[in-house]
C-alpha cells in the first residue's frame, strides 16, 4: 500500500485532469453494466405479461437511450484517454529524467544507483509499467464499483450461489496468482539479458561506432552476440508460454463450469421451487446477466489485483529512485555571498563507493585570489577527484574543505555554484545553437556577450564561415543545416561557457586535450586575459600549462607531493615534476 500511495501521488502530481478523467470513466463503465443488467428484466417481464406499447416503448428506449448515452461517453473519454496517453509516458518519464538530475552526483557513478536508473528506466520505456499502472488501477475502480451493484442483485437470488461462485473465483485467481509469480520469475531472468541485448542491438545503430566496426571487422562478432542473446530469450519465453498454456487451460475449464453453474441454478429457480420460488423470465434475464456479469467481473477484479501487484514488483526501482533524498533538499545552507578569496584543503581524504583504496589521502594546500594553480600528476593520481570535492560532486571522508573560511558543506549549494565555472574531460555541448551552448540561456538575451568570448577563445573565423553565425545548431542530428565542429573547436565552446558565467573561481580539467599545439600555445598566452582577476585551478597532462601558473601542486598517489612556482620545483633534481617535465619536453625536441 505505501508503494500504492507513493505511486498515486506522483501520477496525480505529473497529470491531474487525466486521473479525473479516467475515474469518471471507470464509474459510468460500472453504471453501464449494472444498468444493462435491471433495466431489460422490465423489457421482459411486459413482454411475457400485458405488452402494453407505451410501456414496451418506454422500457426499450430506456435500455437503447442509456446504451448510446454511456456508450457515447464511454467512447468520448476513452477517445480523450488514448490522445493523452502518449503524454501521461512522457510526463513520467520526465519526472524519472528531473529525479536523476537533482540526485547527488555521487549515486550517478555508484554502480548500483546505476543499475537501479537502468532498471527503473526499463520498467518506464520499454514496459510502460507506469501507463499501464495507472489504467489498472482505473480497471480496479471500474470492477469494484460494478461488483457493488451486482452483489445487491445476487444477494437477492440466493447467497448460496454466491458463495459457490466465489470458491471458484478463488480457485481461478489461485491460478492467476501462480502463473503471475512464475511470470515475475521469467521477468527477473529476462531483464540483465534483455538489457544486454539492447546494448548489442544499439551499437549499430551509434553512427559514432560505425568507423570502428568496420575498421576492425566488428560486424559478424556484434552479429553473433545478439543472436546469441537472441536464442537465449526466446528459449526462456519458449518455457514460460509452456506453462502459460496449462494454466490458462485449467482456468478455462473453471471459468466454463462457473457459467454452467450459474445457468443452471437460475434455469432451476424458474421451473422449479427447489431452491425457493419461482422467478419470471424478466427475473431470470436479470440474474443470469447478474451471474455472468458478477463472476466474470469477480474474476477480472482479482486478475487487476494480481497484475497491479506484478506491475508494482516492476516498479520497484522506479520507486526506490523516486524516494532517494534530492541534492538540493540536503543542501541547504549559508548564502555564499562571493567572490571566492582563499581556498583551504585541510587533511582530505576520499574513497569512491565500492572501493578500498583511497583516492585522496590527507591532502592539504591553500589558494589566494586571484592565482593560478597547475595541478599536475600521474594517470589516476586523484586530480579530478579533487576537484569534484571542490565543486561538491563528492564530499570528503575525511578532512574538510575551506572556502573564505568555512566549510563548504555550510555553504547553500546553488550560490556557491554560482561562483564555480568549470571545463572537465567529459564535458558536454547539446544540440542547441552555439549561441545558446555558451550562454545556456534562449538566444538573443546577451549575445554581445557571447560574441566577444567568441573572439577571445579563437572561435571568429569560423563562425563568420556558418550561413547563421552564432546562431547555428551543433550537430546534424535535429537539423541539416546544422555544424560539426572539430575536437578543439568544440573545447573552445566549452571553455567560453566556463568564462560567461562570470564565476570567481575557473576550473579548467584537461581544457586543451583536443587542442594542436598552436591552439594549446593560444589558449596559455591567453589566459591570463580571458581569466582576468579570476582565481584558476588548471589540471593538465602537458606541462606547459605549468609554466603560465603561479604555483604547480604534484600529486602523487593521492597525495600531496610538491606544491610551488615552476622555477622552484625545476631545482629539485629528481623529483616526480621535473622528471615529468623533462620527459615530455624531450619528446617534443
Known amino acids: 500500500m505505501k508503494k500504492l500511495r507513493l505511486f498515486f501521488r506522483l501520477s496525480w502530481e505529473t497529470v491531474p485532469a487525466y486521473i479525473l478523467l479516467l475515474i469518471l470513466h471507470t464509474v459510468l463503465t460500472g453504471v453501464q453494466v449494472v444498468l444493462n443488467v435491471v433495466l431489460p428484466k422490465f423489457l421482459v417481464d411486459e413482454l411475457a405479461g400485458d405488452c402494453n406499447l407505451q410501456r414496451l416503448l418506454f422500457f426499450g428506449g430506456l435500455v437503447v437511450g442509456a446504451n448510446l448515452l454511456f456508450g457515447w461517453l464511454g467512447r468520448f473519454m476513452k477517445r480523450c484517454m488514448d490522445v493523452q496517453n502518449p503524454y501521461v509516458s512522457q510526463k513520467m518519464e520526465q519526472l524519472l529524467g528531473e529525479k536523476i538530475m537533482r540526485l547527488p552526483y555521487i549515486r ?61 473465483v478463488g480457485i481461478m485467481l489461485l491460478l492467476q496468482k501462480r502463473l503471475s509469480v512464475h511470470m515475475k520469475k521469467i521477468h527477473e531472468m529476462i531483464l540483465p539479458l534483455n538489457r544486454r541485448y539492447g546494448y548489442y542491438v544499439n551499437q549499430v545503430f551509434q553512427d559514432k561506432m560505425q568507423k570502428d566496426i568496420r575498421l576492425y571487422g566488428m560486424a559478424d562478432m556484434l552479429g553473433e552476440r545478439v543472436d546469441w542473446y537472441n536464442r ?53 434475464t436479470m440474474y443470469v446477466n447478474a451471474a455472468v456479469q458478477f463472476s466474470a467481473n469477480i474474476t477480472q477484479f482479482g486478475q487487476c489485483v494480481i497484475r497491479l501487484r506484478q506491475l508494482l514488483g516492476y516498479l520497484d526501482p522506479f520507486v526506490e529512485l523516486m524516494n532517494l533524498p534530492d541534492e538540493q533538499n540536503t543542501l541547504e545552507g549559508v548564502e555564499f555571498m562571493g567572490p571566492v578569496e582563499q581556498i583551504v584543503f585541510e587533511n582530505v581524504d576520499f574513497t569512491y563507493p565500492g572501493s578500498e583504496k583511497k583516492v585522496l589521502e590527507g591532502v592539504s594546500f591553500s589558494v589566494a585570489q586571484g592565482e593560478k594553480i597547475a595541478v599536475v600528476g600521474l594517470n589516476g593520481a586523484g586530480k579530478t577527484t579533487l576537484i569534484k570535492l571542490l565543486c561538491r ?95 578543439g573547436q568544440r573545447q573552445k565552446v566549452a571553455i567560453a561557457r566556463a568564462l560567461y558565467k562570470d564565476a570567481s573561481l575557473i576550473i579548467l580539467d584537461e581544457p586543451t586535450s583536443a587542442l594542436d599545439p598552436l591552439a594549446e600555445a593560444e589558449i596559455y598566452e591567453n589566459f591570463n586575459d580571458l581569466a582576468g582577476g579570476k582565481t584558476a585551478i588548471y589540471i593538465s597532462h602537458r606541462m606547459s600549462s605549468s609554466v603560465f601558473c603561479d604555483k604547480v601542486l604534484v600529486i602523487d598517489q593521492g597525495r600531496v607531493a610538491d606544491f610551488a612556482p615552476h622555477g622552484e620545483l625545476m631545482k629539485k633534481a629528481g623529483s616526480l615534476y621535473q622528471r615529468m617535465f623533462e620527459a615530455q619536453a624531450g619528446n617534443y625536441m
Request: aromatic share 12%.
Open 393 to 487: 560532486l563528492y564530499e570528503p571522508q575525511g578532512g574538510r574543505i575551506l572556502v573564505n573560511g568555512r566549510d563548504i558543506l555550510e555553504y547553500d549549494y546553488q550560490s556557491y555554484l554560482r561562483q564555480l565555472a568549470a571545463v572537465f574531460q567529459d564535458y558536454c555541448l547539446f544540440d542547441f545553437s552555439i549561441e545558446e551552448n555558451i550562454s545556456c540561456r534562449e538566444a538573443g538575451q546577451d549575445r554581445e556577450a557571447v560574441e566577444k568570448l567568441i573572439a577571445q577563445v579563437g572561435l571568429s573565423d569560423k563562425i563568420k564561415e556558418l550561413p547563421q553565425g552564432i546562431c547555428t545548431l551543433l550537430g546534424k542530428a535535429y537539423d541539416e543545416n546544422g555544424t560539426e565542429l572539430s575536437g
Open 232 to 284: 537465449h530469450m526466446t528459449n526462456t519465453f519458449d518455457r514460460f508460454r509452456r506453462r502459460e498454456g496449462f494454466y490458462m487451460g485449467l482456468y478455462g475449464v473453471v471459468n466454463d463450469l462457473q457459467a454452467a453453474i450459474s445457468y443452471g441454478y437460475v434455469g432451476l429457480r424458474v421451473i422449479t421451487d427447489w431452491f425457493g420460488g419461482r422467478i419470471g423470465l424478466g427475473a431470470f
Open 108 to 168: 550517478l557513478e555508484d554502480p548500483y544507483y546505476l543499475d537501479l536508473k537502468e532498471r527503473a528506466s526499463f520498467a518506464i520505456l520499454n514496459q510502460e509499467a507506469i501507463l499501464n499502472t495507472i489504467t489498472g488501477l482505473a480497471e480496479l475502480l471500474q470492477k469494484g464499483s460494478t461488483l457493488v451493484g451486482l452483489s445487491f442483485i445476487m444477494l437477492t437470488l440466493s447467497p448460496v450461489l454466491v458463495a459457490a461462485l466465489l470458491l471458484l
